[in-house]
């Protein structure tokens, strides 16, 4: 018998605002881009980062509870190790595509320097150490660093889910942030070798808002906020959301040399994730939490609906859609270098990273929907 083709999960808050991440992520890898003024990041301490990780944790809590019954302990660690991996072949392949972007484009538009763009010159200076690098996740290029977070908050999201699912859902939070503060108070992170440094995004710092996410859905959906409370939570969040927009349009970061230790618990600091962009970004969740179901009950539905259902088919092929995104933004990044930073090669480059994006997710759905053949037919005659 033939496989009957799955339909795609209809639009929902979850896929909404994972696609929504994926778009302002391009959006951002772009540097100088018109556009980039735009995103909430000009408003906000947390940016789509923050997001992409958080929904990653909720989408984790949706798996791990099921939709009607919860996988097994081994099919469920089974299936997470498997994405891990999915997730690290991407890492992978985008990273090896986006050196030979750079390469081609130094000889096609004789520019050496570009070799140097985004941590790449280890590659073509040290090539057999930063190979190896490359597939220990310990060399990084800039603009891909996300990724390898996301390996390894994976590898480590069967013990999350089987840990909440044997009781030990009391414990998840505090051991999760007891890892967080060892690391924001003695400074640990991750290496990076051969380049000497330190990974950009701290697993160490990052599993805090992965595992919030975890623990902050359940029941009542994204944020898991009960329709009854999310007024007063909202009115609570405003004050930090108007301190953040003000911080960040003033660009006001605090100075390192006037904060006590440990230092990293006062500042904006992005790779440990300091705790004032965790508390931004939990009051913009909590702001937003439940909105997309508002609109999609008003009349006005029908007006968003299409860029709804855009932005959910993103995010339901979020893996394949942000890898598309990742090599988008550099051929951006290229495309501004050899044309300039007009406005009009900017929109190009949003409407057609969007277009392709689209794309993308698109052809992933058809692919996902084409019937297996059967057995007669595979047969050979």
């Known amino acids: 018998m033939e496989r009957i083709p799955a339909a795609p999960r209809a639009p929902n808050e979850i896929d909404f605002w994972r696609g929504f991440a994926l778009i302002t992520i391009f959006v951002n890898h772009v540097p100088g881009l018109v556009f980039e003024r735009l995103t909430f990041r000009n408003l906000s301490l947390s940016d789509s980062a923050e997001l992409f990780v958080f929904l990653a944790g909720v989408a984790l809590r949706k798996l791990a509870d099921g939709p009607v019954a919860p996988l097994s302990a081994p099919a469920l660690a089974f299936r997470l ?15 090896e595509v986006a050196i030979a972007m750079l390469a081609a484009a130094s ?5 050496p320097f570009m070799l140097d763009w985004h941590n790449a010159s280890a590659v073509f200076n040290q090539p057999v150490e930063a190979h190896i690098g490359l ?29 909440h699912r044997a009781g030990g859902a009391a414990l998840l939070l505090p051991l999760s942030f007891a890892l967080y503060a060892y690391a924001l108070v003695f400074g640990v992170n991750l290496p990076t070798w051969p380049v000497e440094g330190s990974w950009f995004f701290n697993p160490l710092s990052w599993q805090l808002i992965f595992c919030l996410g975890f623990c902050l859905s359940g029941p009542h959906g994204f944020g898991a906020l009960d329709p009854a409370r999310r007024r007063a939570v909202r009115l609570a969040a405003a004050p930090v959301l108007i301190a953040g927009a003000f911080a960040a349009l003033v660009h006001y970061s605090p100075n390192p040399r006037f904060v006590p230790e440990p230092k990293l618990l006062f500042m904006f600091d992005k790779t440990f994730l300091s705790p004032a962009r965790i508390l931004h970004a939990l009051a913009l969740y909590a702001a937003f939490a ?6 999609a009950a008003s009349p006005a539905w029908k007006f968003l609906s299409a860029p709804a259902a855009y932005f959910s088919m993103l995010g339901r092929n979020s893996l394949n859609v942000f890898c598309a995104a990742s090599i988008l933004s550099l051929a951006g990044q290229i ?15 949003i409407i057609l990273g969007a277009a392709i994006m689209g794309l993308v997710a698109w052809a992933s759905e058809w692919r996902a929907r084409l019937p297996a053949p059967s057995a007669a037919r595979s047969r050979s005659p």
């Open 135 to 163: 597939v220990l996740l310990t060399h990084q290029l800039g603009y891909f660093n996300i990724l390898p977070l996301y390996v390894v908050l994976m590898f480590a999201a069967p013990v999350i889910a089987l840990l």
């Open 81 to 95: 190790e498997g994405r891990a991996f999915a997730v690290y072949v991407a890492q992978t392949l985008i990273t």
């Open 335 to 349: 495309a501004r270098f050899v044309y300039g930073g007009h406005v009009a090669t900017d929109a190009l480059i």
């Open 290 to 295: 439940g909105l997309y179901g508002l609109a």
């Open 107 to 111: 000889i096609v538009y004789d520019a």
